[in-house]
């Protein structure tokens, strides 16, 4: 690919990809095979919209996309975060764990939170079931209004894929920046209590978002015709 | 693309790609050129990709991936989403704007939250410093550990943008939903409690699939050579 098509087919200019390259967001051109063409591969392609998505979508800055695009990839631990885990591993799950209640059998889990057997399969598939706390909550929702048979169980698959992302960055942050700069100490206790500290920050968040998705939709035109 | 490059490129086996061909997550083969060729474009390829990690990293039912591959897009809403969005869309706002509190300048910004200058840009570049709430809830974290020295700011891009996503997908089906279920007398305090009603959820959730992910990579054996 050419510079001007890897603009054409990223959405952007060429003019923005040597803006990302200074930046170091992207490397230089791969393949320099003369005194102006430089080749791009597929990868190359990607990484770009990537970025674009990052700074279009979610407004982010180029210092936040770097260290996002950093963090991407699922490299095995080093020894030292394979280490911190290792230590920390216990408490955290004995904190994270649903409390332990007991088991329910099928038809129990179908009586008491009001499942259709097509529902209890999905949460089954989901590996969701075990967690009473969780039944309960949805329970709740549904009592408040949110019923499943206007917002099918199936959306819950939205929540387990983008929350299992960030799940997979903030265990690979913690350890990153743990293994680095946290005294043994105070590991553990950290640790155990890291993701209560981050939740309320998490939840602000999304209510902000919220509001930005509100407000970017409000502020689009026209809806399209009814078909 | 014949459909053993796409099986290899995607890293599946041909067999699983007729499977969803069958379960109506993939469409048929795009170009039928011969009796058993059939031709697949980049689209498709990219699809399919999008199908095996929401298989075989967040571990979804087939169900469950077909409804999130229907929301992916971003298509405009259709007339009856607009109006429901227009009809909660003060509510909602005040619900969950920022608390109003005087606005503070740089210096006070700067000195209130020990901020040091690139980490207020870095905030407001994310528009994020107009949320004292936000700000607190930064403070009360590292004030217990997870100190900006340790965990740097940039960090908050992830939320940003796999919370921003969520808060996209969120939004839309709310709509969709509420525009076809919902009657018009619930609508607003609906709306206005859904985020609330769901957090619970969400919270838990994420606390389960963080220890997933530390089951996993506990499970997972040799940790890279330190280099």
């Not at 230590?87 to 099928?106: E, K, M, N, Q, S």
């Amino acid at each position: 690919m050419k510079v001007s098509e890897l603009a054409e087919r990223a959405g952007v200019s060429v003019a923005t990809i040597k803006y990302y390259i200074r930046e170091g967001l992207l490397p230089p051109p791969p393949l320099k095979t003369g005194r102006t063409m430089g080749y791009y591969d597929r990868a190359y392609l990607e990484r770009l919209i990537a970025i674009r998505k990052l700074r279009e979508e979610h407004f982010l800055p180029i210092r936040v996309i770097r260290t996002i695009l950093e963090e991407h990839g699922d490299q095995p631990l080093t020894r030292l975060e394979a280490t911190v885990l290792a230590r920390v591993d216990d408490r955290v799950t004995r904190r994270l764990a649903p409390a332990r209640r007991p088991a329910l059998g099928r038809e129990e889990l179908l009586a008491r939170y009001h499942l259709r057997p097509d529902e209890l399969e999905l949460l089954e598939a989901m590996g969701l079931t075990d967690d009473l706390e969780l039944m309960e909550a949805l329970q709740r929702a549904e009592g408040e209004g949110l019923s499943r048979d206007r917002f099918p169980l199936e959306g819950l698959g939205h929540y387990v894929e983008l929350l299992g992302e960030l799940a997979r960055r903030e265990v690979r942050l913690f350890l990153k920046h743990a293994a680095a700069h946290v005294p043994e100490g105070e590991l553990e206790g950290l640790a155990e209590r890291a993701v209560e500290l981050t939740e309320p920050i998490l939840n602000l968040l999304r209510k902000r978002l919220i509001l930005r998705e509100i407000k970017r939709l409000t502020g689009a035109k026209g809806p399209r015709e009814e078909s």
